[in-house]
């Protein structure tokens, strides 16, 4: 092997790690979103059980059941871009 292919391989092994490196950046980005939307959806909740108390109601009268399944959404959203990160993690390797 040359000296061009030794630097050519060098070169695309660093720009591959910096394409990862990137890419991880922008899961963990996407995850502290979907994070945020959960604090979010979790004080809504919390409104709508006050309201409903305030209001003379149980908690369990409080509609909450469509801001949980967005919750459970973000979720699983979570889960999946950690999934697709340790992928990145392994092709470093």
Do not use: P, Q, T, V
């Given at each position: 092997m040359g000296i061009m292919d030794k630097v050519k391989d060098s070169v695309k092994s660093a720009d591959e790690k910096l394409g990862n490196?990137?890419?991880k950046e922008k899961i963990d980005s996407e995850i502290r979103k979907q994070?945020?939307?959960i604090?979010?959806?979790t004080k809504q909740i919390?409104?709508?059980v006050l309201e409903a108390l305030?209001?003379?109601k149980e908690a369990v009268d409080a509609d909450i059941s469509g801001i949980y399944e967005d919750i459970k959404k973000c979720e699983m959203k979570i889960a999946e871009l950690k999934a697709?990160?340790?992928?990145?993690?392994?092709?470093?390797?």
């Open positions: 490196a990137i890419d994070e945020k939307s604090e979010e959806f919390g409104d709508k305030r209001s003379g697709d990160k340790e992928k990145l993690g392994k092709k470093e390797e």
